[in-house]
C-alpha cells in the first residue's frame, strides 16, 4: 500500500513539473492569433480519420479539445529533439514561443462553425477489464490522467477516446532508445511504459481509446477558388 500511494505522489508530482514548457513566462496564447498559424497543422489533424505513413503508421491524434498546457508542452518537445518524429520536429523548429501557445490556445477549445461542444465525459471511466485494471492500477494511470482520463493534472494529456492505435505508438515510444525519428525522451513515463510488454500496452490503448472523451477531429472547411 505504501509502495503504491509513493508511485502515485511520484506520478503526480512528475505531471506537474512536466506541465510548464520551456516557454517566455511573461507570453501569453490568444486563440485569434492562433487560427491564422494553423496552415501546417490542419493537413494531417484536420482531416478525420487521417493516418500517418512515416516513421510509423497510425492515425494522427486528434487534438481539438486537448489541454493548451498539454499541446504547448508537446510542441516544445518536439522543437528541443526530446520528441522525435521528423515532420513534427520540422514544424515545431519554425515555431516561436508565441507561436506555440497561439496554437495550443486556439486548439484547446476548437470546434467547427456552428457545433456545439460534445458532452462532457462520465467523471468515472467505465470499468475495464480486470487484466487491463491490474495495468492502470500498476502504473498509477489515474493520478495524472484522471478518474475518466479526461480530467488531467496540468500539463497531462486527455486520453480517453483517442486513437487507440495512436496510443500504443505513442506509449511504445517511451521504450525506444537509439532511432532517429521515434522515441520520446520522458524519463517518468519511460519508467512507467518499461513495466508493460507491447500486448499489455497495446491492451490498455485499446481500453483507453473506447472510453467517450472530449478529443474530436474538426474538418476543415473546403477550400474555394476566387471567382473569376
Excluded: W
Amino acid at each position: 500500500m505504501k509502495k503504491a500511494l509513493s508511485l502515485v505522489f511520484a506520478n503526480a508530482l512528475a505531471g506537474i513539473v512536466l506541465s510548464a514548457p520551456a516557454l517566455a513566462q511573461d507570453l501569453k496564447g490568444n486563440a485569434e492569433k492562433g487560427a491564422a498559424k494553423v496552415a501546417m497543422c490542419i493537413g494531417c489533424h484536420g482531416i478525420p480519420g487521417y493516418q500517418a505513413s512515416f516513421p510509423e503508421v497510425y492515425k494522427v491524434p486528434m487534438i481539438s479539445g486537448q489541454g493548451a498546457g498539454y499541446i504547448a508542452s508537446s510542441l516544445t518537445a518536439y522543437r528541443a529533439g526530446e520528441r522525435k518524429h521528423p515532420s513534427m520536429r520540422a514544424i515545431a523548429l519554425s515555431l516561436s514561443d508565441q507561436d506555440i501557445l497561439d496554437l495550443a490556445a486556439f486548439y484547446e477549445p476548437h470546434l467547427a462553425k456552428g457545433d456545439r461542444a460534445p458532452a462532457a465525459p462520465p467523471e468515472q471511466a467505465a470499468a475495464p477489464s480486470a487484466e487491463v485494471q491490474k495495468l492502470l492500477t500498476k502504473g498509477g494511470c489515474v493520478a495524472c490522467h484522471g478518474s475518466n482520463f479526461s480530467k488531467p493534472i496540468p500539463g497531462s494529456p486527455k486520453i480517453a477516446g483517442q486513437h487507440a492505435d495512436y496510443l500504443f505508438a505513442a506509449l511504445r515510444a517511451y521504450k525506444i532508445e537509439g532511432n532517429p525519428n521515434v522515441g520520446r525522451a520522458n524519463v517518468v513515463m519511460a519508467g512507467m511504459v518499461k513495466q508493460y510488454s507491447n500486448a499489455e500496452l497495446k491492451s490498455i490503448a485499446g481500453y483507453l481509446g473506447s472510453l467517450p472523451g472530449e478529443l474530436r477531429t474538426v474538418r476543415q472547411p473546403p477550400f474555394h477558388t476566387a471567382a473569376r
